[in-house]
Nanobody, 117 residues
């Protein structure tokens, strides 16, 4: 199995910063893409950013969020700056991992990010 564990969420004021981490563990042979999604109360889960050798961002976070990855640690990060109340959500990481020859998408359990105005 593949386990993804997020950390780094919390409560910050608008304009502040947070850094999320997501560490992958398990008996996978490789991980290709990793990414972050978020889900606000009453809304659908939305894509935030992804990294697979190049980085991509949703327009709503471009210029404020930075995704990075430490392949040696199988960890993906999301540096979030100039946070806004509308960034409040549960943030989930995912990873495309190869396990027993099959590539599948795995998800973490989520970490709460709350931005106060």
């Amino acid at each position: 199995q593949v386990q993804l564990v997020e950390s780094g969420g919390g409560l910050v004021q608008a304009g502040g910063s947070l850094r999320l981490s997501c560490a992958a563990s398990g008996s996978f042979s490789s991980i290709s893409a990793m990414g972050w999604y978020r889900q606000a109360p009453g809304k659908q889960r939305e894509w935030v950013a992804s990294i697979d050798g190049r980085t991509r961002y949703a327009d709503s976070v471009k210029g404020r969020f930075t995704i990075s990855r430490d392949n040696a640690k199988n960890t993906v990060y999301l540096e979030m700056n100039n946070l806004k109340p509308e960034d409040t959500a549960v943030y989930y990481c995912n990873a495309e991992a190869v396990l027993s020859g099959l590539q599948r998408l795995y998800w973490g359990q989520g970490t709460q990010v709350t931005i106060s105005s």
